[in-house]
C-alpha cells in the first residue's frame, strides 16, 4: 500500500528565518508529487507539482522553492519566511496516469512570526 | 482565481437531515472528485466521477456528475455528526494538474 510521510507536523519559524519542508512516498515509483497550501479552513493552492526527479513546476510566484532530489522525496523551502507564508501545507502523491487521484499526506502547519 | 465554485461555503444541520452541497465550473473535466476534510489532516478521496450523469452512491452520501461535466452535487442524507467536515471538490484537467473549489464547511449537531 501507498504511504506518505511529511514533517515537520507543525513549525514556528521567525520572519525572514529558513524553510524546509519534507515530504516522502512509500509503495510506489515515479509518483507525481504535489504541494498545495491551505487556508484556514478554505480550498487548497496548488504551490509546486513535479512529474520526475528535478522536474519542478511553479503554479504561482511566491517566496517558496521546491525540489525533488530523489524520485520518492519532495522538497519545500525558502531561504527567508514572511509573514504571509503562514499556513497549513500539504504534501500529496497521485497515479501518473488515469484519473489522476490524490493521496495526501496530514500536513504541516506553519507559523511564521 | 478559483476555477470551481462550491455552494454553500458554511452549512450547519441538525443530525437526521439531509444536506446538498453544489459544485458549479464554466470548465469542462475530465473527471472530478470530492474529499473530505477533517481539522488538521489532510484531505481523503470520497469519490471520483468520470462520466457525465453520472450517479454515485456510497452508503448514505449520493453524487452526481452534471451531463456536461461542468458540475457535480454532493447529497447527504440522514447526516450524523460524523459527517461534519470540510467537502472539497476537485476537478481533472490532465494527468498533471486538479482544480479545488474553496470548500463547503459542514457542521451536523447532535
Known amino acids: 500500500s501507498q504511504t506518505i510521510h511529511q514533517w515537520p507536523a507543525t513549525l514556528v519559524q521567525p520572519v525572514g528565518s529558513p524553510l524546509s519542508l519534507e515530504c516522502t512516498v512509500e509503495g510506489t515509483s515515479n509518483p507525481n508529487l504535489y504541494w498545495y497550501r491551505q487556508a484556514a479552513g478554505r480550498g487548497l493552492q496548488l504551490l509546486f507539482y513535479s512529474i520526475g526527479i528535478d522536474q519542478i513546476s511553479s503554479e504561482v510566484p511566491q517566496n517558496l522553492s521546491a525540489s525533488r532530489p530523489q524520485d520518492r522525496q519532495f522538497i519545500l523551502s525558502s531561504k527567508k519566511l514572511l509573514l504571509s507564508d503562514s499556513g497549513f501545507y500539504l504534501c500529496a502523491h497521485g497515479e501518473a496516469s488515469g484519473a489522476n487521484v490524490l493521496t495526501f499526506g496530514a500536513g504541516s502547519r506553519l507559523t511564521v512570526l | 482565481t478559483q476555477l470551481l465554485e462550491q455552494s454553500p461555503q458554511f452549512l450547519s444541520i441538525q443530525e437526521g437531515e439531509n444536506l446538498t452541497v453544489y459544485c458549479n465550473s464554466s470548465s469542462v473535466f475530465s473527471s472530478l472528485q470530492w474529499y473530505r476534510q477533517e481539522p488538521g489532516e489532510g484531505p481523503v478521496l470520497l469519490v471520483t466521477?468520470?462520466?457525465?450523469?453520472e450517479v454515485k452512491k456510497l452508503k448514505r452520501l449520493t453524487f452526481q456528475f452534471g451531463d456536461a461535466r461542468k458540475d457535480s452535487s454532493l447529497h447527504i442524507t440522514a447526516a450524523q455528526p460524523g459527517d461534519t467536515g470540510l467537502y472539497l471538490c476537485a476537478g481533472v484537467f490532465n494527468d498533471y494538474k486538479l482544480s479545488f473549489g474553496a470548500g463547503t464547511t459542514v457542521t451536523v449537531r447532535a
Open positions: 466521477v468520470v462520466t457525465g450523469g
